[in-house]
């Protein structure tokens, strides 16, 4: 009896954690986003701007993230530096960044231009 009820434990757990993350997650694994999603967006935006007050994000070109404690977004962008006050200069940069939103953290790891 005590060997039925772990059989029928373990098989609901493993159920119960199959539904939990949805099938377009895979934790670990790096996967491409869409460049327009509300996420990829607002990393960008603010890994920019803290990396460089005188920016603007002008384009997410490219957008991956892994699922880990947290998620590291790879991103590519092409942002706009305020030269004289009436130029701009665009560069293409690479940024990782790293969030723990439940804790409000988040950290640029990478940035290079």
């Known amino acids: 009896m005590a060997v039925s ?17 949805p099938d377009d997650i895979a934790v670990g694994l790096i996967q491409s986003m ?3 999603d ?10 920019s701007r803290q ?6 994000l002008l384009k997410v070109t490219s957008a ?7 998620a590291y ?3 590519s962008v092409a942002i706009g530096i305020i030269g004289d006050g009436q130029s701009t200069i665009k560069m293409n940069c690479t940024l990782e960044v ?6 409000n953290f988040i950290s640029i790891e990478k940035y290079e231009c």
């Open 5 to 21: 009820w772990l059989c029928l434990c373990v098989l609901l757990s493993a159920s119960l954690s199959a539904c939990a993350m």
């Open 51 to 56: 990396a460089n007050s005188y920016s603007e």
């Open 73 to 75: 977004y790879y991103l």
């Open 34 to 36: 869409d460049e327009l």
């Open 38 to 47: 509300e996420d990829v967006q607002r990393v960008a935006l603010f890994a």
């Open 98 to 103: 790293y969030e723990r939103p439940w804790e």
């Open 64 to 70: 991956k993230r892994k699922i880990v404690a947290g």
